[in-house]
């Protein structure tokens, strides 16, 4: 299994512009997660989904969209790309609800650059 | 919402020591507590988790601790290694609910 994978790597963007932060998993999971993390600090949730079709705000869904149409893919949308959304970005899933543990499954991230 | 934080934001050990690194939650209703290490420029790995009805697990030179007395959570690394230094991140979760991560401790291990 790859586990969970994203592209890009690294991106930078002009501010206004948009781009869409790939994430896909190949373990079957529901649940699938998107974060963003600042330098020096902590994963903050920006959206997530408990099953294809379905999909819920985090903690800082503002300036982003996402949709779940499969299992496996879970993008994440930045539609007028804002200096303040520069942050490395991870995507995560996990079993939960299939009477897995909590353990969620970190994609390696997307680095961006919003100047 | 609720709030899961740590009491060092850094902590610096000689190899071969002990490192304890420590974790507060505030929601007494959390079942389930992880414990992630990030290595720089990668995404968070699984270290070891632990249920509420559990006040210890062992792991491979990694111990858990949960006293939810005082709603504490604490991770020992024996024998600290170079490959250890990292930042540690504590999360809990409630029946189900989404992983609430706290900010991390950033471990540097001295040769």
């Known amino acids: 299994n790859a586990g969970v994978t994203q592209t890009p790597k690294f991106r930078i963007l002009k501010i206004g512009q948009s781009m869409t932060l790939q994430c896909a998993q190949d373990m079957n999971h529901n649940y699938m997660y998107w974060y963003r993390q600042d330098p020096g600090m902590g994963l903050k949730l920006i959206y997530y989904s408990v099953g294809a079709g379905i999909t819920d705000k985090g903690e800082v869904p503002n300036g982003y969209n996402v949709s779940r149409s499969t299992t496996e893919d879970f993008p994440l949308r930045l539609e007028l790309a804002a200096p303040s959304q520069t942050s490395v970005y991870f995507c995560?899933?996990?079993?939960?609800?299939?009477?897995?543990?909590?353990?969620?499954?970190f994609g390696p991230g997307t680095r961006l650059t919003v100047t | 919402g609720e709030n899961v934080g740590l009491h060092l934001p850094t902590l610096s050990v000689q190899e071969g020591d002990n490192s304890i690194i420590n974790c507060a939650y505030s929601n007494s209703a959390s079942d389930y507590f992880i414990w992630y290490k990030q290595e720089s420029g990668k995404g968070p790995q699984f270290i070891i988790d632990?249920?509420?009805?559990?006040d210890k697990r062992q792991g491979q030179r990694v111990t858990v601790l949960l006293n939810k007395t005082v709603k504490h959570l604490s991770l020992q690394i024996a024998a600290t290694q170079p490959g250890d230094s990292a930042v540690y991140f504590c999360a809990e979760g409630a029946s189900g609910s989404r992983l609430t991560f706290g900010e991390g401790t950033q471990l540097t291990v001295n040769p």
């Open positions: 632990i249920r509420s009805n559990m």
């Open positions: 995560a899933s996990s079993g939960l609800g299939q009477g897995s543990s909590y353990e969620q499954y």
